[in-house]
């Protein structure tokens, strides 16, 4: 049985699901903001990116924070649909939910609402506090979720060990130094010092300084593990049809692949590929694209092997050099294939389940012209946005395609 | 929470015995242990006793960080392991002499290493060492 097969709708279909508004708040640590605020806000931003008003909306999905079981009852219980004044108007408020690649999830699912009908417009939202809540919590809820309690958990597995192995895995793989692993942390640096939402906006960093801070999980340095962050995202996906009435610039859905290749990290069979070739190949197949039939890509990145790993699944660069394609500057500002163009995870933040969402965001923002005079990349057309969630369990590839007035632009 | 299939994993390791899932209808191993067999689905299930010979994947020493309960053991070494048998699973890994883990290299042959009882009820985990072979 094949394993890809056509999208069931094509690009001038009426009811081909777009993008057609982003929204975004800084990341970083901001406790004078709060949870419930943050959401209303961020959602008024993407709704008013997209010229559109809460009562254009008729579907909320909620990416979940994870710094509160609480206010992630909130979300899971239509709380926004009162906050934005959508009581008995709104047909639907549910949460979706995969970890990390839960926005590439988001984005099919409200896909296949538009698509299907059961939807015309979709709000989407992301509201994280970690950066403000208590880290020793965070580390424990951290060290048991997504790690089987009866097989893993007592050995003391956590977050930073399972980057550790599988960057010691991806280094001995491919003989990549640990000053090629280190500059993809500078590469995403340097694209922070451009995006006045990132964490590490006016704090550079070279090679030498990630590689003399500590060790905590060999063989990963501080500088290379990511930072906690208060953040918030949010965007609004209608059909063609709605976004061509009211005159709007779309982005649409070429494609999406994925490969599930493990829940365990210690059943993982290759920790230095994962599933982004698999990814990949349902992705291109799905689409007609190459990698290079792209200009920018927005790859989730808490650590630098998670997204040396993807590169080389998705064919930026021949497998085993995706660390020295970074290092020789291909995805820096002014690059070949600018990657991250936010900062990514690492340095604009790690928002939770919304550090994925943030990199998607950034995606669409770049399509739309809308990413800034000193970040916005030139003549965008195509953007490939990849996602993995959990112990990087699954690889998630979204092919996303701008539109001008409904025509490919 | 009743889970006989946990805890007759976790009675092996307590005397001192490495036990990974074998399906009696299809004969084939599987790891983590299943409540079916994930090969043919059969609801009849048992074990085999490894022999803990396998290749390192990968490891890390973690140094700083350790969940709730693991504070006191830093720092401390994890690894995958892929059995002979041909199923894989994440371990502890045994320090050299030194306290340190400067011998282990991903690919080394390595080998189960019991322990003692009390050690394995607060730890219910599979524990490594480099292969003597």
């Known amino acids: 049985m094949a394993d890809t097969w056509p999208l069931h709708i094509d690009a001038n279909a009426p009811n081909d699901p777009v993008f057609v508004g982003v929204g975004e708040l800084p990341s970083g640590r901001y406790p004078e903001r709060n949870f419930i605020g943050d959401l209303t806000h961020v959602g008024l931003l993407a709704l008013a990116d997209a010229r559109m008003v809460p009562r254009d909306v008729d579907t909320i999905l909620l990416i979940p924070c994870l710094h509160s079981p609480f206010d992630q009852a909130d979300l899971i219980f239509s709380r926004m649909a009162e906050e934005l004044g959508l009581l008995g108007h709104l047909k639907s408020s549910f949460m979706v939910h995969s970890g990390g690649s839960t926005s590439d999830n988001a984005v099919r699912l409200a896909s296949g609402l538009i698509a299907s009908g059961h939807a015309r417009t979709v709000l989407v939202l992301h509201c994280e506090r970690w950066g403000s809540a208590d880290l020793n919590a965070m580390v424990t809820m951290l060290s048991k979720y997504g790690i089987p309690n009866e097989w893993e958990a007592p050995t003391g597995l956590q977050f930073n060990a399972i980057g550790a192995l599988i960057t010691r895995r991806y280094m001995h793989a491919t003989q990549s130094s640990a000053a090629d692993m280190a500059s993809f942390c500078v590469t995403l640096r340097k694209w922070a010092q451009l995006n006045p939402n990132a964490m590490y906006r006016g704090k550079p960093l070279t090679v030498e300084k990630v590689l003399a801070s500590k060790v905590v999980a060999d063989p990963l340095h501080a500088l290379e593990c990511p930072m906690l962050a208060d953040g918030a995202v949010a965007f609004v996906m209608t059909s063609a049809e709605n976004a061509k009435v009211r005159g709007l610039d779309t982005v649409r859905v070429a494609g999406s692949g994925g490969s599930v290749s493990h829940y365990s990290v210690g059943q993982e069979p290759d920790l230095a590929a994962l599933g982004w070739a698999t990814a990949a190949r349902r992705a291109y197949e799905q689409s007609g694209w190459g990698p290079k039939d792209a200009q920018i890509a927005q790859i989730y990145d808490t650590y630098a092997a998670v997204t040396t790993i993807a590169v080389e699944g998705l064919g930026f660069c021949k497998p085993g050099e995706g660390a020295r394609w970074f290092a020789s500057g291909a995805a820096d500002p002014g690059g070949k294939m600018p990657c991250n163009t936010n900062g990514g995870m690492l340095s604009a933040g790690h928002t939770g389940v919304g550090g994925g969402t943030a990199l998607l965001v950034e995606g669409v923002r770049q399509l739309l012209g809308r990413a800034g005079p000193e970040r916005q990349v030139t003549d965008v057309q195509r953007c490939i946005v990849g996602g993995t969630g959990g112990s990087y369990m699954d690889a998630q590839v979204l092919l996303l395609e701008r539109r001008t007035k409904g025509r490919p632009s | ?133």
Request: proline letters at 9%; one cysteine or more.
């Open chain 2, 1 to 133: 929470m009743s889970n006989p299939i946990r805890d007759e994993f976790r009675a092996g390791l307590a005397r001192g015995d490495l036990l990974i899932q074998k399906c009696n209808d299809c004969g084939k191993v599987n790891m983590y242990p299943r409540h079916a067999c994930p090969y043919c689905q059969s609801l009849s299930l048992g074990w085999h006793k490894s022999t803990g010979i396998g290749v390192l994947h990968s490891f890390t020493v973690l140094r700083a960080g350790a969940p709730e309960g693991f504070e006191a053991d830093l720092p401390y070494a994890l690894g995958v392991v892929k059995l002979d048998e041909g199923v894989q699973l994440l371990a502890r890994l045994v320090p050299d002499p030194d306290g340190n883990w400067q011998s282990y290299q991903c690919d080394a042959r390595v080998q189960f290493r019991p322990v003692a009882p009390e050690s394995a009820t607060p730890r219910p985990c599979a524990w490594f060492e480099p292969s003597a072979g």
